[in-house]
């Protein structure tokens, strides 16, 4: 098929970016569906298909169109044909609810809904409690999309370029202060997005095969996303499943592997004996929330030369810093050989990097503001709230943190995550960092829960390993917390309570949800659905 470019052959947006890949690499292969490889070509070609389908069905160039839809080959083609014919993509998590999503919709002002299969009923009675009449398109599934997509252009009329300022996407934040908000992406942030998350792995070509395994709408998405704009090619696997990622990463010779802290610790939980199944892959990118020490050790010796983590925001995209290979390789190094560095290595690992030059920062009273190309100019219809976090283009990101003689940033967490405990402040991320060292605890959180005495207490919610040999009672637990706490940080910041969890209750972006389990444990409760032990008594 034919490609438009721009009359002045500048790529000012990601519209034009798609079109220049489609037709410097036509014939190679962009995207696996099924038991064959589809060419960029062909990807161009369902996508103006897609796009036409869109346009049939109300949606015009513009417009919001909300993406409600599991990993797959369609949830791609749907983020091709939405960038590329100018329409604003809404690409929510396939973990909301109908309600959650008919509320954004409402909110985005939406015209168009995209589901497929099953999704489509929940949908509609969701939109209909809310009295909305927004179209709800069935895609169908990935077995269909030749047959229904391939050869429907969208014709040369409809083909929109907008300017770089333009809203390209909404990405609607997980909602853990309240409601879902909308942040504005225009073409020109998210095209320095690219640039600078390319600019920070291995020189990535139609050589390289990405494994997507992480959720699309959010890091792992993306990052796919910026390799196809340099050929490379994309293997979705969905649902998540170690062994079946690893089975893709050596089926398909997986060379770039986006992942998100958990996932990370899941797959390399599952490499044992099974080492030869990345042996391809050069280039591990991982990012959206904090891991622990442990498993980026392990992982950095699983991957040599390959970690690489990027810190960002929905507000501000990913990388704003990046922990290099290099930072990942010498600190599992130094704390496999070389004990006298491991205070060092392991703060190392703690930080999320260094600051990357294209972005500014600064710290006010502890909380980071950055300004650069990649920053919101806002968040969609919330004028008033927009001003509360934007002055003269810096963005105040809400976290917490400080940047250290060496360059690296270390983030101690979000600023409405702080506890006060008898007047001092408390990070919940740097308790958490002294208790994800305990041997059999496979990961924690910590949190600020009502206290007569203090104000606030210190709580930890810990999930035991499942494969320990001798598991861990309750009373063994609290006293380790006591004494690795008492060992590294000051007394009044160890927990008041220990309580063991089976999992810790998570949001739609995977993130940890700290609202919640304050929300779920009450120190007036009676009864605690998450089945806490153990109170500790604060001296």
């Given at each position: 098929?034919?490609?438009?470019?721009n009359?002045?052959?500048?790529?000012?947006?990601?519209?034009?970016?798609?079109?220049?890949?489609?037709?410097s690499?036509?014939?190679?292969?962009?995207l696996?569906?099924?038991?064959?490889?589809?060419?960029?070509?062909?990807?161009a070609?369902?996508?103006?298909g897609?796009?036409r389908?869109?346009l049939?069905?109300?949606?015009?160039?513009?417009?919001?169109?909300v993406?409600?839809?599991?990993n797959?080959?369609?949830?791609?083609?749907?983020?091709?044909?939405l960038?590329?014919?100018?329409?604003?993509r809404?690409?929510?998590?396939?973990?909301?609810?109908?309600?959650?999503?008919?509320?954004?919709?409402?909110?985005?002002?939406?015209a168009?809904v995209?589901?497929a299969?099953?999704?489509?009923?929940?949908?509609?009675d969701?939109?209909?409690?809310?009295?909305?009449?927004?179209?709800?398109?069935d895609?169908g599934?990935?077995?269909?999309?030749?047959?229904?997509?391939y050869g429907?252009?969208?014709?040369?009329?409809?083909?929109?370029?907008s300017?770089?300022?333009?809203?390209?996407?909404?990405?609607?934040?997980?909602?853990?202060?309240?409601?879902?908000?909308?942040v504005?992406?225009?073409?020109?942030?998210?095209?320095?997005?690219t640039?600078?998350?390319?600019?920070?792995?291995?020189?990535?070509?139609?050589?390289?095969?990405?494994?997507?395994?992480?959720p699309?709408p959010?890091?792992?998405?993306?990052?796919?996303?910026?390799?196809?704009?340099?050929?490379?090619?994309?293997?979705?696997?969905?649902?998540?499943?170690?062994s079946?990622?690893?089975?893709?990463?050596?089926?398909?010779?997986?060379?770039?592997?986006?992942?998100?802290?958990?996932?990370?610790?899941?797959?390399?939980?599952?490499?044992?004996?099974?080492e030869?199944?990345?042996?391809?892959?050069?280039?591990?990118p991982?990012?959206?929330?904090?891991?622990?020490v442990?498993?980026?050790?392990?992982?950095?010796?699983?991957?040599?030369?390959?970690?690489?983590?990027?810190y960002?925001?929905a507000?501000?995209?990913?990388?704003?810093?990046?922990?290099?290979?290099?930072d990942h390789?010498?600190a599992?190094?130094?704390?496999?050989?070389?004990p006298?560095?491991?205070?060092?290595?392991?703060?190392?690992?703690?930080?999320?990097?260094?600051?990357?030059?294209?972005i500014?920062?600064?710290?006010?009273?502890?909380?980071?503001?950055?300004?650069?190309p990649?920053?919101?100019?806002?968040?969609?219809?919330?004028?008033?709230l927009?001003?509360?976090?934007?002055?003269d283009?810096?963005?105040?990101?809400?976290?917490?943190?400080?940047?250290?003689?060496?360059?690296?940033?270390?983030?101690?967490?979000?600023?409405?995550?702080?506890?006060?405990?008898?007047?001092?402040n408390?990070?919940?991320r740097?308790?958490?960092?002294?208790?994800?060292?305990?041997?059999?605890?496979?990961?924690v959180?910590?949190?600020g829960?009502?206290?007569?005495r203090?104000?606030?207490?210190?709580?930890?919610f810990?999930?035991?390993?499942a494969?320990?040999?001798?598991?861990?009672?309750?009373?063994?637990?609290?006293?380790?917390?006591?004494?690795?706490?008492?060992?590294?940080?000051?007394?009044?910041?160890k927990?008041?309570?220990?309580?063991?969890?089976?999992?810790l209750?998570?949001?739609?972006?995977?993130?940890?949800?700290?609202?919640?389990?304050?929300?779920?444990?009450?120190?007036?409760?009676?009864?605690?659905?998450?089945?806490?032990?153990n109170?500790?008594?604060?001296?």
């Open positions: 098929m034919s490609h438009r470019t009359p002045r052959n500048e790529v000012r947006t990601v519209s034009e970016l798609l079109d220049r890949v489609y037709a690499h036509a014939a190679e292969h962009a696996r569906w099924g038991e064959r490889w589809l060419s960029f070509d062909e990807v070609g369902l996508a103006a897609m796009a389908e869109l049939d069905s109300g949606a015009a160039p513009g417009d919001r169109v993406v409600y839809l599991e797959s080959v369609l949830a791609r083609l749907v983020d091709h044909a960038l590329g014919f100018g329409f604003v809404v690409a929510l998590s396939s973990r909301l609810h109908p309600r959650e999503v008919a509320a954004i919709v409402d909110d985005a002002q939406a168009i995209c589901v299969g099953s999704r489509e009923r929940g949908v509609r969701a939109l209909n409690e809310r009295g909305s009449v927004v179209p709800v398109l895609l599934n990935d077995d269909a999309i030749l047959t229904r997509f429907a252009t969208a014709g040369g009329e409809t083909r929109v370029y300017g770089p300022g333009d809203i390209a996407m909404l990405m609607y934040s997980s909602g853990t202060t309240g409601a879902p908000k909308g504005v992406v225009t073409h020109s942030a998210w095209l320095a997005q640039e600078h998350a390319l600019s920070h792995l291995p020189l990535i070509g139609p050589q390289d095969v990405v494994v997507l395994g992480a699309m959010h890091f792992g998405g993306s990052v796919a996303l910026d390799c196809a704009m340099r050929g490379a090619r994309t293997v979705v696997v969905e649902p998540f499943d170690a079946r990622v690893l089975d893709a990463v050596e089926r398909h010779g997986g060379t770039v592997l986006p992942l998100v802290p958990t996932l990370l610790a899941r797959l390399v939980d599952a490499l044992p004996g099974r030869e199944s990345v042996a391809t892959v050069r280039s591990v991982y990012g959206g929330s904090p891991a622990p442990d498993v980026l050790a392990r992982a950095a010796r699983c991957f040599p030369g390959a970690l690489t983590q990027f960002g925001l507000e501000a995209l990913a990388p704003l810093t990046v922990l290099t290979p290099d390789d010498r599992a190094r130094d704390l496999a050989e070389h006298h560095r491991a205070d060092v290595a392991r703060t190392r690992l703690q930080s999320a990097g260094r600051w990357i030059p294209e500014e920062h600064r710290d006010d009273d502890g909380v980071l503001k950055i300004r650069g990649v920053v919101m100019p806002g968040y969609w219809r919330r004028d008033e927009t001003a509360s976090v934007l002055n283009g810096w963005f105040s990101t809400g976290d917490i943190g400080c940047t250290d003689d060496a360059g690296y940033l270390h983030i101690f967490g979000r600023r409405s995550d702080l506890i006060i405990s008898g007047g001092f408390i990070h919940p740097e308790v958490e960092q002294v208790i994800e060292e305990i041997d059999g605890i496979a990961e959180a910590v949190v829960l009502a206290d007569e203090w104000g606030e207490g210190v709580h930890a810990a999930v035991l390993e494969s320990a040999s001798v598991p861990i009672s309750r009373d063994e637990l609290a006293r380790l917390v006591r004494e690795a706490c008492l060992a590294r940080i000051a007394s009044y910041k927990p008041v309570g220990v309580h063991v969890v089976d999992a209750p998570r949001n739609s972006f995977g993130k940890v949800d700290r609202a919640a389990l304050r929300e779920a444990f009450r120190p007036e409760s009676t009864t605690d659905p998450q089945n806490p032990t109170e500790m008594e604060n001296p």
